[in-house]
């Protein structure tokens, strides 16, 4: 039995600050922060303080490497989460680069993060974001990536990125909410790159 105690909780909605206590293998009670009822036959060895991390569902059989303070989650073949990130190559570099972007935003302030880490902005604004992105890299992407229709271009690269809890849309505000796990991970293409055209041709 373990008790994590004022730990930030992502499932994959932001809950806030929560104690949690985990029984085995199983989350087995939510309390907020600072209320969970006293436990009988809890030692000081079974409480963890959470304060400064982030709790979130989902990763299972999988290996994490931990830099600088982030996780990041390396699939193994027999994982089962779904759909295997990145189980597409092109659209993984398409995310990734999807990421720098937003990272970029934020850091120049254009985009404004919330005092929950979450950063709200309008879907126009998100679907101009990934527009700006595939026309300055789509000559890396994929035949099918660089002639799919605008909409189902957009469609595709968000939809992926929500099912890996980037982002979560919420479509009857026109908002997009982006998560603090978009801020850890990015990429680029080398500045020699030339993209996917030529051997295709």
Known sequence: MK???????YAPEHLGNKDVLVI???????????CMPEIPYLTAEDIIDGSGKILTPGFIDCHVHI??????????????MGNAFPGNNVLSDIIL?????????????EWKVQKDEICIVDTVSFEQMI?????QHGQ?????????????????????????MFIKRDEPA????????AGKLQGRYPKDFTGGQKNEQ
């Open 174 to 181: 026109h908002q997009v909410e982006i998560y603090p796990a």
């Open 131 to 135: 527009q700006s992105v595939r026309q």
């Open 67 to 80: 830099h600088r303070g982030s996780a990041y989650v390396m699939l193994q073949d027999d994982c089962r």
């Open 140 to 164: 890396g992407f994929s035949k099918n990536y660089r002639e799919m229709p605008d909409s189902e271009f957009i469609n595709t690269v968000m939809s992926a990125m929500e099912l890996w």
């Open 97 to 109: 680069l999807c990421l720098s972007e937003i990272r970029t935003r934020i850091e120049q302030k």
């Open 24 to 34: 085995g293998d199983k989350i087995a009670k939510i309390e907020e922060a600072g």
């Open 3 to 9: 008790l994590i105690k004022n730990i930030n909780v």
